[in-house]
């Protein structure tokens, strides 16, 4: 298939039809999936520090894949996202499998400073993220007991 027919290709929406450039288009850059990756890193704090080690190491799953996204994406950052995941989520996920809260607390907060050098990296100082002061009052934090199968 050369690059002109692949190009012609279109799918229909159920509202219009889209070219393939216009599907790929439509991919969410860092600035749609960064919101829920800091949304899910708000909850990973709060549901550690609750002892709710599961919730935690979903977000954190949750958080990473979309991270990747995020680098597959915007190949522009894959290297600092890579770099990111590497270096301060699998310390955070050894906290989580070793449920150190103190641990936890160390790695977290150091991932933070990080995430806002890569802001100042990519010339968006003006994005610096802070942990909220209060858990989301939209989740219940409270560790649940295993079920059996």
Known sequence: MTEEQV??????SGHRRMSIDEIAALQPG????MPQVSRRYWILYYAAKAGHWPLANFQLKEMRELMEFGAFTRPKYVEQLDEFIDQKLSVIQACIERQDWPAFDEAYRDAITASNMYHELNDKPFIQWKLPDHPPPDFDLTPKPPTSS
């Open 7 to 12: 190009t012609e290709i279109s799918g229909w």
């Open 30 to 33: 860092l600035g749609t999936i």
